[in-house]
């Protein structure tokens, strides 16, 4: 079934501006609150929060096989279970009534009453239940960055990396959206050079600039996804901000692994941009030749995304400054290596997992996914615009990460995930 | 208020066997099917299966605030959500309609054929859903064995495990109940001497004897749980079989842990006991003198749990062996610990989740808690009943893990978490 959705030389109705991060041929699935505290399955176009459950009442998606009540919900979980062509047949669906040549919607003002918001009149919510959430570590360059600092710098890279996509389970309970401050953490950490851990705030909170995807349903307990088939139960993507302490991860994660470190706070993008809306911006992931992969993780093709990140921090009251631009097409392991590797055991993959890319590094020293490696462990302190220095982030700092993917066409972007970093909350 | 249901001279009006894991005074909570295909939430009393939403529509829940539906649904998360006041209410209560003085129900047959079930007749299901999983490794003889098999004997334990209840987070969507068999996993394994992985059927799959708690919804994202408060926000215990593939975890634990070596599966027993059934068995955990931990992980008094555990081993068509028999009291650190420990960072805990206590092994060579530490990596193997040799799991084995609390006047027991190993489905 032809991606009609896609077709760059489609208008709306509806104002959009030139540069929007969510044009028609985006329609990505979020759910939002309204000022009527009514929650419902939603897709953006411009500026403008579209209810999907409003259009699935007054009709608009007749002739789609489609449960009643699939958009009024909370989250859209059920909607990824009804697998990719629904969700093709749902948003090339949207696509057409939002097109400037269809008078339906267009000219119905009742119905565009209540089905068309603008986006500062709703509250974005977690887009999905997330039952699971898996943390990738798969940018050759941030591992090889922590493994100078932390580890060897002869041996930075560890034995497996080149054959694992390695990952790790993270905590669902503390996954946020957009705009949900963030408390700094307090924990035990190991002085330097001392032998006694102490207790008390975080001293060195800090982003991971990461992507991360959303699965359906695919498979049952015991049985694989082939690479081949993995693309074909990955819904969408969004920003992933994966807040970490690294003075707690320091002291905490040998032998098994990160925990309190990282399980305080995640947060990401409201919006699920689709692989569909993705397709336009594929591209060649970096070439594994030395060594090749075991063949249940070789493909063929393009399987990596052109996608354009920034981070940015914004002090208090202070103009933010970009502290890093990356692309994910600079990570080793694709999105469907990591999920044919996280099945090859057998393990189950739920509608509305999560999987984080890991932290998304390029190779300079300007494109490195997080400050501790902007700032290479705290060595070379970042200056704001008010003059104050950064070595990791300050209470009362905004961290925000945007994406998006341009061609000579089209920009298809995520809008951003932004967090404030709180003061710690007393411990009781 | 008074716990009632633990009246160790209580008597009911059911026939209960002498040994019975399930006497008048534990009443655990569980789920299960019924053959006309009811889900319903439960308890048992020797070897019958008590229907609880059948008890509430007869109204023998009178006076006690609870939700209309909360017993007629798919799992106790929301009646876990209504706190402890309400489940030791309910408890109560139900040791009170089974007391063999009380007439009402015992005399009532049209009410005792719609309540009352033979176990036989009844399939038990996953007990909650839980959210997120979470295994911590508090056992100070299991880590001291591992760490002498796989790091370094002279330095076993590692510099941070006397100062912090290491955990990691496990996967959700693979935990399944008792009686739910598991497919070995493919995977990739460094052959030993070789620098290139190979792919196939892990070679050392191994059981891990644990026990595992059950959480009601505890706090907000940021707020901790202090340590003397920790008990009121634990529902209950289960057995759990942390299933774990060694060859797999060995190559790919370092540097985030365990991953595919343990998502394939873990398994725990249907019934959750009561925390409250357990307070007869409370008793004093291992000293933490040296070090003393700090000060959000003190505690007073006794926190420790009593429970006799047992492994066995049962081949195809051949009578099982006793592998392993450990205790829960010997864990250096106890959940109170886990959990306050899990939260010092804000990390929010919701009803439902689950925590494993980590490996349990106790001093002696008979009292370890795992293939790996039983055989000590394979060298000595275990003799089954049919003259067959164990290093580790073979496909066709079920694993059967028990666990009671016996004092002078009671046993309150778990039943039983056993599941089978097949082989693995062939890979797609």
């Known amino acids: 079934m032809p991606i009609t959705a896609n077709n760059p030389d489609r208008k709306s109705w509806l104002e959009i501006s030139q540069n929007s991060d969510f044009p028609i041929q985006n329609i990505p699935f979020g759910v939002f609150l309204t000022k009527e505290n009514v929650v419902t399955v939603g897709s953006r176009i411009g500026d403008f929060a579209i209810d999907l459950g409003a259009l699935q009442q007054l009709g608009y998606f007749d002739g789609i096989e489609l449960t009643d009540d699939v958009f009024m919900q909370d989250t859209l979980n059920d909607f990824i279970s009804d697998g990719k062509k629904t969700w093709r047949l749902v948003r090339n669906r949207i696509a057409d009534i939002f097109d400037a040549e269809n008078a339906k919607l267009r000219d119905n003002k009742s119905h565009r009453d209540v089905v068309i918001f603008k986006m500062e009149d709703v509250e974005m919510q977690l887009p999905v239940f997330i039952g699971d959430y898996t943390d990738f570590y798969s940018s050759r360059e941030h591992a090889t960055n922590v493994g100078k600092m932390f580890r060897d710098p002869a041996n930075a890279l560890l034995p497996n990396w080149l054959h694992i996509p ?46 991360a995807f959303i699965t359906t349903d695919a498979n049952v307990m015991g049985e694989n996804i082939p690479i081949e088939a993995a693309e074909e139960y990955i819904f969408g993507m969004v920003l992933l901000n994966d807040w970490s302490a690294r003075d707690i991860q320091k002291w905490e994660y040998v032998p098994l692994g990160p925990f309190l470190a990282k399980n305080f706070a995640s947060s990401i993008s409201p919006w699920i941009v689709t692989m569909d809306a993705l397709e336009p911006f594929r591209c060649a992931s970096p070439k594994q030749d030395d060594p090749k992969p075991l063949p249940y993780l070789q493909q063929k093709g393009d399987h990596a995304f052109d996608i354009n990140l920034e981070v940015a921090i914004a002090p208090e009251n202070v103009e933010e400054s970009i502290v890093s631009k990356s692309n994910l097409k600079y990570m080793y392991w694709t999105m469907s290596q990591q999920l044919a590797h996280h099945t090859i055991n057998g393990c189950r993959i739920n509608s509305g997992d999560m999987m984080g890319s890991g932290t998304i590094s390029g190779a300079t020293e300007d494109s490195f996914g997080s400050m501790l490696e902007l700032t290479w462990g705290g060595q070379k302190p970042i200056t704001m615009k008010d003059g104050s220095e950064r070595k990791f982030i300050n209470d009362g700092d905004t961290v925000i990460i945007r994406g998006f993917c341009q061609n000579k066409d089209i920009r298809i972007g995520f809008g951003e995930v932004s967090s404030k970093l709180l003061p710690p909350i007393p411990t009781k």
């Open 166 to 211: 390695v990952g790790y389970h993270g905590r669902s309970s503390t996954i946020v959206p957009s705009g949900i401050p963030v408390h700094r953490p307090m924990g035990q950490t190991l002085p330097n050079g001392e032998t006694q851990p102490v207790f008390g705030p975080s001293r060195l909170v800090d982003f991971e600039l990461e992507t």
